[in-house]
């Protein structure tokens, strides 16, 4: 069986996608905030039907990269969590996603 060389190349380049961002639940939390300037944390957990304590778990992660923002604030008595993207998460998503299509388009259909 042959191999196709560019192909390979292509494929090798997986190896330095942003292992932080390629995690499925991650992914879609960057995915949603990339679209919005900014979404609560009510909304997240409904829009990714993660558990309150695993998104939280994965917002930490993503805020310790330097990836998302948060802010915490009261409204009323309740908390209230917004998140958003930084300019270095959305570099990082916009990153991965070129990534992603360039390996993608050299696979044969």
């Given at each position: 069986?042959?191999?196709?060389?560019?192909?390979?190349?292509?494929?090798?380049?997986?190896?330095?996608?942003?292992?932080?961002?390629?995690?499925?639940?991650?992914?879609?939390?960057?995915?949603?905030?990339?679209?919005?300037?900014?979404?609560?944390?009510?909304?997240?957990?409904?829009?990714?039907?993660?558990?309150?304590?695993?998104?939280?778990?994965?917002?930490?992660?993503?805020?310790?990269?330097?990836?998302?923002?948060?802010?915490?604030?009261?409204?009323?008595?309740?908390?209230?969590?917004?998140?958003?993207?930084?300019?270095?998460?959305?570099?990082?998503?916009?990153?991965y996603?070129q990534?992603?299509?360039?390996?993608?388009?050299?696979?044969?259909?």
């Amino acid at each position: 069986m042959a191999r196709n060389q560019g192909g390979d190349d292509e494929l090798q380049s997986l190896t330095d996608v942003d292992k932080l961002v390629h995690e499925p639940a991650r992914l879609m939390i960057l995915a949603y905030l990339y679209v919005v300037e900014s979404a609560d944390f009510v909304f997240l957990v409904r829009q990714t039907d993660l558990t309150w304590g695993n998104l939280s778990a994965h917002i930490s992660k993503l805020e310790a990269a330097g990836y998302v923002e948060v802010k915490k604030e009261f409204v009323g008595k309740k908390p209230h969590t917004m998140l958003s993207l930084t300019a270095d998460g959305r570099e990082a998503f916009r990153s991965y996603r070129q990534s992603m299509k360039r390996v993608l388009d050299t696979l044969p259909d």
